[in-house]
């Protein structure tokens, strides 16, 4: 999505850590499922071959699915990256770049 990624700063007068970390690991969670079932609802040939044009149709369909499943997996990375910026709140506020999960 954005490259100015903006995640939130745990605080006394604010969401704890734990919390924030809880809600975004909640939707990293779900981001599966809603893949499996997007891959599940991929369109199929044999749904539009009737339809004038329908070859067409398909491959326009095809198209419109891939960039929803591109969309949920943007949202899945900004969410990791968000949630690296919870986890380590120095590195948000000193630089707010994203961080590399792959070190820990």
Known sequence: MSEK???PTAHLNGTSKAELESQLLSVLEHTEPLLAALYAAS?????????EDGT???RI?????E???????????DIMQILARVLDPVA???TGKSLNLAKE
């Open 5 to 7: 990624l903006v995640a």
């Open 43 to 51: 369109p199929n040939l044999r749904d539009y071959y009737v339809q």
């Open 56 to 58: 067409q149709r398909f």
């Open 61 to 65: 369909a095809c198209c419109h699915h």
């Open 67 to 77: 960039e929803r499943i591109r969309a949920v997996h943007a949202i899945s990375e």
């Open 92 to 94: 948000n506020f000193r």
